[in-house]
């Protein structure tokens, strides 16, 4: 695995952290403490295939990106399709994990912002609200859309809810098996 940097104009593939801090070190404005060395030296060795960003000053900042390219050019021919797969278990992004034939029940967790009246105003809030339903579909995606379409049809629900993106850290899942576990 290689690190793509870019700050401007100056961008380029390293293979180390160290290389990296070498590479940052000889751009001028940018002072590197050992905060972020360390957080880069975790970003490194941890799951997460995000781009990652760090400030320099106020709305100025240097982005890191995991990549399988080994020089700049290759990055930059694939346009940057040579990236570190996102998502977790297996190196399979979330989506397609999700859409994988499986029929069974699954427990899928949603956190969503629900509509709260304020009472004694005509004023509105948003609350973080956690939802869990045992669900039986074919797979990960069809037990999301089942679990949002609930939450929409129930009266206690204000329609102005807002629901996260199936892909995002907001709803979780798991497989329970082909019959529903006793508890």
Not at 33 to 61: F, M, N, T, W
Not at 82 to 104: D, I, K, N, T, W
Not at 155 to 163: W, Y
Request: glycine share 8%; net charge positive; with cysteine.
């Amino acid at each position: 695995m290689n690190l793509y940097i870019r700050y401007f104009d100056e961008e380029c593939v390293v293979g180390s952290v160290d290389e990296a801090v070498d590479f940052l070190s000889s751009i001028p404005g940018i002072t590197l403490d050992e905060y972020v060395i360390g957080d880069l030296r975790q970003y490194v060795a941890g799951s997460v295939h995000y781009p990652k960003r760090y400030k320099v000053r106020p709305r100025v900042y240097f982005i890191v990106i995991k990549t399988t390219a080994n020089t700049l050019e290759e990055f930059k021919a694939h346009g940057g399709k040579m990236q570190m797969p996102a998502g977790g278990g297996g190196g399979e992004a979330v989506p397609l994990r999700a859409a994988a034939e499986s029929v069974g029940w699954y427990e899928g967790r949603i956190l969503f912002k629900r509509v709260i009246s304020i009472p004694g105003t005509n004023k509105f809030q948003y609350k973080d609200t956690n939802f869990c339903a045992r669900v039986k579909a074919h797979n990960a995606a069809e037990c999301y859309n089942r679990i949002v379409t609930h939450l929409r049809q129930r009266e206690d629900v204000d329609s102005r809810s807002q629901f996260p993106s199936m892909k995002g850290r907001n709803f979780t899942w798991k497989y329970l098996g082909t019959t529903l576990p006793q508890t």
